[in-house]
């Protein structure tokens, strides 16, 4: 006999399976499962001698909202590009180069949506030095953010170029490395 007990708990497991991506969702990699939109942490220690965005390395479907939020110190997010004070370029060709300027406060934010595929290395501007940069991954990788950090030397119109200070070069994680753990934290 179905009792009022045993049907409540037939809909509750019912209801339940609806909020769950199904399997088939998830083996075609559904963008229902993904989040709108990616945090990545402006961080710093108590002293402010090391700075980091947590994570360092992310990868993301195009289409998807980046948002950095500062935690403690002041940081920026900068695309490495030339109209980022003549930056080389690390981003794709067709992609459009961010700088958030200054943010000071705990939880100031910006925001960039990308819909390019291709690798995006940005940095801080006042910590790039000190190796405070991370790399996003939009889909496919690709463009010049997955080439050789001195990929253009030697080309037309670079040779004003800024080239990745040798920290920042040492401090990325591999294109390889997030493709695969999609995403990476600092340590």
Known sequence: MLTRR??????????????????????????????????????????????????????????????????????????????????????????TPWDSGFLVNKGDHFDVTLTVEGVYDYFCMPHEQAGMVGRIVVGKPGGPGALPFDYFKGKPDTSNWKPVPLAAQKAFPSVEMIMEQKIIRRG
Do not use: C
């Open 6 to 95: 045993k049907f409540i708990k037939a809909g509750g497991v019912a209801l339940a399976g609806l909020a769950v991506p199904s399997i088939v969702d998830l083996e075609k990699g559904s963008k229902a499962e993904l989040p709108e939109i990616v945090e990545i942490y402006m961080k710093s220690d108590p002293q402010g001698s090391e700075v980091w965005f947590d994570p360092i390395g992310v990868y993301i479907e195009p289409g998807q909202t980046v948002r950095w939020i500062v935690m403690e110190n002041v940081h920026t997010t900068t695309a490495y590009h030339p109209k980022n004070d003549m930056h080389s370029s690390r981003i794709p060709e067709s992609a």
